[in-house]
């Protein structure tokens, strides 16, 4: 199977934030891929903006650098990236001053897709969108990209997008979440919307429950002090899981277009529930033998800050009413795995009888490591033992189905990217969705802090808290295992 490289239009990509950590881990390699892949136009070009003095031949030493490092797929040839490297300039800016900005000015072409992404701290973004509007550089036609974190809380969020609004149009705002940008996440859209077979199931009727779990294996690190103002709530749930659940449990919008989808999305945020504190299970990760404990690792003995949650959520509308949606995300688990799992209820009769058990359908969708799909069905024990039954996986891993190509499934950032170029929003966070997801997190967050809720220790490399198993438990349920 050859994949399909579709061309983009010319364009300016300013990267500002271009020498910072998530351009030289994500955005940049993931230009130069596409790049190999023939996809960027001969004459386009990207511009790397920061406030470090570099010039050019420098800049692209640290792109050359960037790539080596972190292009492990796909590696083209060194002269492939001294072609790539070709099309980059550096600027020396400042976001809060004037330096820089006529030299940006003058280096932007007419007539081309001008983009600019501030991989920067949100706090700068206000001071961008104001130059970039008060230098004329960017025309109506004009996007601009943000990362996460988008807000801390509610308030903050509607300030962001305040102050985006007074220079951008919503439909130039492409707020990046790149699990969004994931081969899996939008084949879980092809699978229930370009197939009959699953639509029909897909409500509180035929669904027991749905399961959604990021799990990581690294801990906070040098990066504790920064996360321990955030916790799993803020960095985990409020954005990526959330996006998880309303792709699972939105209705079909009536086209594949940026508001017809973000609509649906909206409109599950909006009927979520409250969750109540029982329902809620925070954790911090234990020292171990050699490691440090979540609370060395942010600096702050007596830190309450999440490292794990899990949380039981409901749906109020009539396809959901009943089903619940529980989530879970931490750092320092037993394997690092992204996973949504829809378990389905048990047939409602046996005519096996007892001795054959009781099997229900499992559709699992991993998004990460080997991206793909399983159905767990049910089916004879193979052999003369009269009829036993037995569950076995339907197995659809990408890279098998695509053979050779699935080295190249593209790398979310690279697919977002074309996506600001080409002017697609679909997959990208509107300002409502993003207030929405805040209106229902803040609450919860409140509540804990209100009743001094302490989260539960839990052992390194573990599934996380006892408490969050028991959360399960106590409803006959249980977790599926966290597992590469
Ligand atoms: P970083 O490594 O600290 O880089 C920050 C960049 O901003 C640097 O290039 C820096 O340039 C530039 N900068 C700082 N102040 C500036 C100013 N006044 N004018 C112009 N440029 C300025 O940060 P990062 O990790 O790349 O993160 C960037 C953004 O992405 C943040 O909002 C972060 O939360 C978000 N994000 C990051 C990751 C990740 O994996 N790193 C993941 C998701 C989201 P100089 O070095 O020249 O000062």
Same mark, same amino acid.
């Given at each position: 199977?050859?994949?399909?490289?579709?061309?983009?239009?010319?364009?300016?990509?300013?990267?500002?934030?271009?020498?910072?950590?998530?351009?030289?881990?994500?955005?940049?390699?993931?230009?130069?891929?596409?790049?190999?892949?023939?996809?960027?136009?001969?004459?386009?070009?990207?511009?790397?903006?920061?406030?470090?003095?570099?010039?050019?031949?420098?800049?692209?030493?640290?792109?050359?650098?960037?790539?080596?490092?972190?292009?492990?797929?796909?590696?083209?040839?060194?002269?492939?990236?001294?072609? $790539?490297?070709?099309?980059?300039?550096?600027?020396?800016?400042?976001?809060?001053?004037?330096?820089?900005?006529?030299?940006? +000015?003058?280096?932007?072409?007419?007539?081309?897709?001008?983009?600019?992404?501030?991989?920067?701290?949100?706090?700068? $973004?206000?001071?961008?969108?104001?130059?970039?509007?008060?230098?004329?550089?960017?025309?109506?036609?004009?996007?601009?990209?943000?990362?996460? %974190?988008?807000?801390?809380?509610?308030?903050?969020?509607?300030?962001?997008?305040?102050?985006?609004?007074?220079? $951008?149009?919503?439909?130039?705002?492409?707020?990046?979440?790149?699990?969004?940008?994931?081969?899996?996440?939008?084949?879980?859209? !092809?699978?229930? $919307?370009?197939?009959?077979?699953?639509?029909?199931?897909?409500?509180?009727?035929?669904?027991?429950?749905?399961?959604?779990?990021?799990?990581?294996?690294?801990?906070?690190?040098?990066?504790?002090?920064?996360?321990?103002?955030?916790?799993?709530?803020?960095?985990?749930?409020?954005?990526?899981?959330?996006?998880?659940?309303?792709?699972?449990?939105?209705?079909?919008?009536?086209?594949?277009?940026?508001?017809?989808?973000?609509?649906?999305?909206? +409109?599950?945020?909006?009927?979520?529930?409250?969750?109540?504190?029982?329902?809620?299970?925070?954790?911090?990760?234990?020292?171990?033998?050699?490691? %440090?404990?979540?609370?060395?690792? !942010?600096?702050?003995?007596?830190?309450?800050?999440?490292?794990?949650?899990?949380?039981?959520?409901?749906?109020?509308?009539?396809?959901?009413?009943?089903?619940?949606?529980?989530?879970?995300?931490?750092?320092?688990?037993?394997?690092?795995?992204?996973?949504?799992?829809?378990?389905?209820?048990?047939?409602?009769?046996?005519?096996?009888?007892?001795?054959?058990?009781?099997?229900?359908?499992?559709?699992?969708?991993?998004?990460?490591?080997?991206?793909?799909?399983?159905?767990?069905?049910?089916? +004879?024990?193979?052999?003369?033992?009269?009829?036993?039954?037995?569950?076995?996986?339907?197995?659809?891993?990408?890279?098998? !189905?695509?053979?050779?190509?699935?080295?190249?499934?593209?790398?979310?950032?690279?697919?977002?990217?074309?996506?600001?170029?080409?002017?697609?929003?679909?997959?990208?966070?509107?300002?409502?969705?993003?207030?929405?997801?805040?209106?229902?997190?803040?609450?919860?967050?409140?509540?804990?802090?209100?009743?001094?809720?302490?989260?539960?220790?839990?052992?390194?490399?573990?599934?996380?808290?006892?408490?969050?198993?028991?959360?399960?438990?106590?409803?006959?349920?249980?977790?599926?295992?966290?597992?590469?």
């Amino acid at each position: 199977m050859v994949s399909r490289v579709i061309p983009v239009d010319d364009f300016d990509l300013v990267i500002f934030g271009g020498t910072g950590d998530l351009a030289r881990r994500k955005i940049l390699p993931g230009l130069y891929r596409r790049f190999c892949a023939g996809q960027m136009p001969e004459t386009a070009r990207i511009i790397g903006a920061a406030r470090s003095e570099h010039d050019t031949e420098e800049f692209r030493q640290l792109v050359r650098d960037a790539i080596r490092e972190f292009s492990t797929k796909n590696t083209c040839d060194e002269g492939q990236i001294g072609a $790539f490297l070709e099309r980059l300039d550096y600027v020396q800016v400042d976001a809060r001053g004037s330096d820089g900005w006529d030299a940006l +000015k003058e280096m932007m072409r007419d007539g081309v897709v001008k983009a600019y992404y501030f991989s920067v701290a949100p706090s700068l $973004f206000g001071d961008i969108a104001e130059r970039l509007q008060s230098y004329g550089i960017a025309d109506e036609s004009a996007r601009i990209v943000v990362e996460k %974190p988008f807000g801390r809380d509610l308030d903050s969020a509607k300030k962001l997008n305040a102050d985006l609004a007074k220079h $951008f149009d919503e439909t130039q705002i492409y707020r990046i979440d790149h699990y969004l940008g994931k081969e899996t996440v939008q084949n879980l859209m !092809a699978v229930r $919307f370009g197939n009959i077979l699953f639509e029909p199931l897909w409500n509180s009727q035929y669904v027991d429950h749905i399961q959604i779990t990021v799990a990581e294996t690294v801990g906070v690190g040098g990066r504790g002090e920064y996360y321990d103002r955030s916790g799993a709530m803020r960095d985990m749930v409020q954005n990526h899981l959330m996006q998880l659940l309303c792709l699972i449990a939105m209705e079909p919008p009536s086209r594949f277009d940026p508001d017809a989808v973000r609509d649906e999305k909206l +409109k599950v945020i909006r009927a979520l529930e409250p969750v109540d504190h029982h329902s809620i299970v925070r954790g911090q990760y234990e020292a171990t033998a050699t490691e %440090p404990s979540y609370r060395e690792d !942010a600096g702050d003995p007596r830190s309450t800050t999440e490292s794990f949650i899990a949380l039981r959520c409901m749906i109020s509308n009539w396809r959901w009413a009943g089903t619940p949606f529980f989530l879970r995300t931490g750092k320092k688990l037993k394997a690092r795995t992204s996973e949504i799992a829809v378990m389905f209820k048990d047939a409602p009769h046996s005519i096996f009888g007892e001795e054959a058990g009781r099997h229900a359908n499992v559709l699992s969708i991993r998004l990460q490591p080997n991206e793909g799909m399983t159905l767990k069905v049910t089916i +004879k024990e193979p052999g003369p033992g009269g009829m036993r039954l037995v569950d076995v996986p339907l197995d659809m891993s990408f890279a098998e !189905a695509l053979g050779d190509d699935a080295e190249e499934i593209t790398d979310a950032y690279e697919r977002l990217i074309m996506d600001v170029i080409r002017g697609n929003q679909t997959l990208f966070m509107r300002g409502d969705e993003v207030e929405a997801a805040w209106a229902w997190t803040d609450p919860l967050i409140e509540s804990w802090e209100k009743r001094g809720d302490m989260p539960k220790a839990y052992e390194a490399y573990s599934s996380g808290p006892e408490e969050a198993a028991m959360m399960l438990h106590r409803e006959g349920r249980r977790w599926r295992e966290i597992k590469e």
